[in-house]
């Protein structure tokens, strides 16, 4: 995963906060990481991400211009998918946070 801070236009948009506490077995996970950004890019309103790894704890955070964007997204099938593999297969623990960005600087 490319490690850069995204690009944002001016305010307002959204946040999607996901720390992650990933699992011992976590093969697929950086793959499917991979994908997923994939095709976040695909999904109207998508503006960027940001992402940060320590040993198994994973912090995500992606932008969107909308709330309706973020719901798109979290009820695409690929996302879904992603999700369900999360949970079963990858993921200690996990917590999604959506913030509103009202400014930057």
């Known amino acids: 995963m490319m490690q850069k801070i995204a690009p944002?236009?001016?305010?307002?948009?959204?946040?999607v906060i996901a720390p992650t506490?990933?699992?011992k077995d976590s093969a697929g996970y950086p793959?499917?990481?991979a994908k997923m950004m994939e095709f976040a890019q695909e999904?109207?309103?998508?503006?960027?991400?940001?992402?940060?790894?320590?040993?198994?704890?994973?912090?995500?955070?992606?932008?969107?211009?909308?709330?309706?964007?973020i719901q798109k997204w979290k009820t695409s099938?690929?996302?879904m998918l992603a999700k369900?593999?999360?949970?079963t297969r990858w993921f200690k623990a996990y917590f999604t946070r959506i913030a509103k960005v009202e400014r930057d600087y």
């Open 43 to 69: 999904v109207d309103g998508f503006l960027g991400i940001e992402s940060c790894f320590q040993g198994n704890f994973v912090l995500s955070v992606s932008y969107w211009k909308t709330l309706e964007d």
């Open 21 to 23: 506490v990933v699992g």
């Open 77 to 79: 099938s690929h996302h």
């Open 31 to 33: 793959e499917m990481a």
């Open 8 to 15: 944002t236009p001016k305010p307002p948009y959204y946040a």
């Open 84 to 87: 369900e593999n999360g949970k």
